[in-house]
Every structure is written in C-alpha cells, then in structure tokens.
C-alpha cells in the first residue's frame, strides 16, 4: 500500500524559512519522480516542484524559482521541500505527491499527472 506522509509544516514570519519532508512506504521509492503541490483556501491545487527519480532533473513553479528546492535521498524514502524568503501568498497546504509513470525524466507538472498523494501539511505565512 502506498503511503505518502507529510510533515514539517508551521507558521513563520514572512522572509522566513521551512523545510517540509514527504515519507514514502509501500513502494520502491527511487523508481518514481516526487512532486510537490500546494492548495490555498478558494483556488486550486497548483504545481510547486517536482524531482526525477534519480534526483537529476527539477522543474519549479516560476513563483517559487529562487526560493524553493527540492530535494530527495532514495536511501531514507524521503523528499524534501526547503522553503526560503517565504511570503504570505505562499500560505497553503502542501502536498507530496507520487508520478503515475515509473522512471519518468521528467515529473509531470500537473495534479493529473499523479495518482498518490499526502494528506497535506499547513504552512501559514504571517506578515
């Protein structure tokens, strides 16, 4: 069974940074690209980054290029999302999500393109 579980999300200040961690069971983790998405209260699930199975390739949503990375390390199951120089329009749940496709170069930058996901970490930005 796969399981995808959150963590690490909080209020912060705005400039401030947070480190959120996605743990992965119930699969071979390092045969799958992560991604990462985020939700605020009346829009959308939107992208926010993803890696590549081998952590080679990243792609990022252009409002978080600069200030997020993404990372992964296949020995610990985990995927990483740093936040930094955060703002309050970056104010959401945070979802870690798995890619349908097995091996993908590049992850998918849309929530259709993904068939597992966390249960959401809230990160709210005050300013």
């Known amino acids: 069974q796969v399981t995808l579980v959150e963590s690490g999300g909080g209020l912060v200040q705005a400039g401030g940074s947070l480190t959120l961690s996605c743990a992965a069971s119930?699969?071979?983790?390092?045969?799958?690209?992560m991604g990462w998405f985020r939700q605020a209260p009346g829009k959308e699930r939107e992208f926010v980054a993803a890696i590549s199975w081998a952590g080679r390739s990243t792609n990022y949503a252009e409002s978080v290029k600069g200030r997020f990375t993404i990372s992964r390390d296949n020995a610990k199951n985990i995927v990483y999302l740093q936040m930094n120089s955060l703002k309050p329009e970056d104010t959401a749940v945070y979802y870690c999500?798995?890619?349908?496709?097995?091996?993908?170069?590049?992850?998918?930058?849309?929530?259709?393109?993904?068939?597992?996901w966390g249960q959401g970490t809230q990160v709210t930005v005050s300013s």
């Open positions: 119930g699969y071979t983790f390092s045969n799958y690209g």
């Open positions: 999500a798995r890619p349908t496709q097995i091996f993908g170069a590049r992850p998918p930058m849309v929530a259709p393109g993904y068939n597992y």
